[in-house]
């Protein structure tokens, strides 16, 4: 018998990683440190965004009992799907919808052929990346919403690197030796 999963998404192949923190965890405004990121999704991944929010819809009815036993209207609560237009003041964001994942176990990064990636090189914010996601209820603090923890990457292929890191050939001319006792 198969087990399914409703809260649990997988990304599409043109998914975008920014602010990627896969190979360490990272404390966020003084919290406890999680491996953690904000994942891009073109608006145009109609099959991307309707399981994100199928899943989040799984994850409201999975979690009546953290919300008193009631269902919640989705307008009362926090979503994880987030609009990049609207709320990010960044290029990368614009046309994309976006999540931020987080777990307190280190993700899987794998390649293509789902071998373990070494190089932490290899992935970086502004890869493009198939990532597991799931989603779940919660309430803390007065705060009441759908969460979203991060499972597994896997990169997919090379993108423009995110946050203003540059490549050291680009910012440097090659020096002539200046050897003034010859």
């Not at 073109?42 to 399981?51: L, R, V």
Request: with cysteine; hydrophobic share 35%.
């Amino acid at each position: 018998m198969a087990i399914t999963n409703n809260t649990k998404v997988i990304t599409g192949t043109n998914t975008r990683l920014s602010y990627f923190h896969g190979w360490e965890p990272v404390s966020i405004n003084g919290g406890a440190e999680k491996y953690s990121v904000s994942v891009l999704i073109p608006k145009d991944d109609k099959a991307t965004i309707d399981a994100i929010n199928a899943a989040v819809d799984a994850a409201i009815e999975e979690g009546i009992a953290k919300f008193g036993g009631k269902k919640p209207n989705k307008a009362a609560i926090k979503l994880p799907l987030r609009d990049g237009d609207v709320e990010r003041d960044d290029e990368a964001y614009k046309g994309h919808y976006f999540i931020n994942a987080n777990s307190n176990t280190a993700p899987q990064i794998v390649d293509r052929a789902v071998k373990p990636i070494l190089d932490r090189s290899e992935v970086y914010s502004g890869c493009y990346a198939r990532v597991s996601l799931n989603f779940y209820a919660f309430n803390s603090n007065g705060n009441k919403g759908i969460a979203c923890g991060l499972g597994n990457i896997q990169k997919v292929r090379d993108g423009e690197p995110l946050g203003g890191r540059t490549n050291a050939a680009d910012d440097f001319a090659t020096l002539e030796d200046d050897d003034f006792l010859s």
